[in-house]
Nanobody, 128 residues
């Protein structure tokens, strides 16, 4: 059983940066790919990006490439989402999720149903 616990959400200003963390207990977390999604109220969950189990593969939504970066440190069972040049459209709830996702498929990465364990979703709020 893997239980991701998220941290790092909060207030951001125009052009600012924020890093979200997704940590999980247990040695098995290092065997899981981790995806990030975001979801506005009343809307479907949207794929942000994903990283495979050892960090050698990353894939991002086209609209977010260059601004969002995913990394992981398996020594501390943590995956990170670094967001930069933030704008009001980025204000929403962000979720991390773990899934086996093998083989690595860009189609599977984007499908929330491929992920088995979800974090609680910290809110990122834009401060005017």
């Amino acid at each position: 059983q893997v239980q991701p616990v998220q941290s790092g959400g909060g207030l951001v200003q125009a052009g600012g940066s924020l890093r979200l963390s997704c940590a999980a207990s247990g040695r098995t977390f290092m065997h899981y790919a981790v995806g990030w999604f975001r979801q506005a109220p009343g809307q479907e969950r949207i794929f942000v990006g994903a990283i495979n189990w050892n960090g050698n593969n990353r894939y991002y939504a086209d609209s977010l490439k260059g601004r969002f970066t995913i990394s992981r440190d398996n020594a501390v069972n943590t995956v990170y989402l670094k967001m930069s040049s933030l704008n009001p459209e980025d204000t929403t709830v962000y979720y991390c999720a773990a899934g086996l996702l093998r083989p690595w498929s860009t189609t599977s990465l984007k499908d929330p149903d491929e992920y088995h364990y979800w974090g609680q979703g910290p809110q990122v709020t834009f401060s005017s």
